[in-house]
C-alpha cells in the first residue's frame, strides 16, 4: 500500500531534550517536507527536500533540523525542544512533476 | 506566511444541503489545492484547479478559481454526515520545491 509513514504517532517530552520524528514513503517520491498545524494558524511549513541531500528551509524552520540521506526518509529533528514547539505534525511527498501530496497520520508532540 | 485565507471558519449544515467554502490568497498561483481532513488525521487530497482554469468537477465537488479575485470556492453537493471534516484550501506559486501554502480551512459539519 502506497503511504506515508510517520514515528511516533504521540510523544510527550520534557524541555531541551533531543527528538527525532521518523517519516518514511514507500512511492519513491522525490519532494517531501514537513508541516506543523497549530489551531486557528492551517498548515505552516518547516522544511522541505526536492531530493537526496537537497534541503531548504520553509516558513518556520527556527528550532528544527532535517536531514535527506535516503530517499524514503526524512527525519524531523528537535535539538532542544520548547514549549512553543508543541503542535501537530506532518510529514508529506509527492512526485516530481506531480501536484498531490501525500500526508502522512501525524505525530502530536506536547513539549512540557 | 498564510497565503489562503479561508471562510467561513465553520459551517453547519444539515444531510442533504449544499455547503459552499471560500478561499482567498494573495499572490500568483501555478495552481490550487482542496484537501480535506478528519479530526487529527492526515490530509488526503481532493482536487486540484490550474490558474488558467475556471471551474473544475469531481463527482460532488465543485470548484471554481477567479484569479482577478484571488479567489476560489468549493462546494459539495448532497452533502453527507461522512462530509464533516475539515477542508484546506492550498495555494503552489511555482516557487522552488513546488511546495503548497495553506489556509486556516473550514470546519464543516453535517448534521444527519
Known amino acids: 500500500e502506497a503511504q506515508v509513514t510517520q514515528n511516533p504517532r504521540y510523544l510527550i517530552t520534557v524541555t531541551g531534550k533531543k527528538l527525532t520524528v521518523t517519516c518514511s514513503q514507500n512511492m519513491n517520491h522525490e519532494y517531501m517536507s514537513w508541516y506543523r498545524q497549530d489551531p486557528g494558524l492551517g498548515l505552516r511549513q518547516i522544511y522541505y527536500?526536492?531530493?537526496?541531500?537537497?534541503?531548504d528551509k520553509g516558513d518556520v524552520p527556527e528550532g528544527y533540523k532535517v536531514s535527506r540521506k535516503e530517499k524514503r526518509n526524512f527525519p524531523l529533528i528537535l535539538e532542544s525542544p520548547s514549549p512553543n514547539q508543541t503542535s501537530l505534525y506532518f510529514c508529506?511527498?509527492?512526485?516530481?512533476?506531480?501536484?498531490?501530496?501525500?500526508f502522512g497520520p501525524g505525530t502530536r508532540l506536547t513539549v512540557l | 506566511s498564510q497565503q489562503g485565507e479561508e471562510d467561513p471558519q465553520a459551517l453547519s449544515i444539515q444531510e442533504g444541503e449544499n455547503a459552499t467554502m471560500n478561499c482567498s490568497y494573495k499572490?500568483?498561483?501555478?495552481?490550487l489545492q482542496w484537501y480535506r481532513q478528519n479530526s487529527g488525521r492526515g490530509l488526503v487530497h481532493l482536487i486540484l484547479?490550474?490558474?488558467?482554469?475556471r471551474e473544475k468537477h469531481s463527482g460532488r465537488l465543485r470548484v471554481t478559481l477567479d484569479t482577478s479575485k484571488k479567489s476560489s470556492s468549493l462546494l459539495i453537493t448532497a452533502s453527507r454526515a461522512a462530509d464533516t471534516a475539515s477542508y484546506f484550501c492550498?495555494?503552489?506559486?511555482?516557487?522552488?520545491?513546488?511546495?503548497?501554502?495553506f489556509g486556516g480551512g473550514t470546519r464543516l459539519m453535517v448534521k444527519p
Open positions: 508529506a511527498s509527492r512526485k516530481y512533476g506531480d501536484y498531490e501530496q501525500f
Open positions: 499572490t500568483s498561483i501555478n495552481n
Open positions: 492550498a495555494t503552489d506559486a511555482g516557487n522552488a520545491g513546488n511546495m503548497l501554502t
Open positions: 484547479i490550474r490558474s488558467n482554469e
Open positions: 527536500s526536492m531530493n537526496v541531500e537537497v534541503t
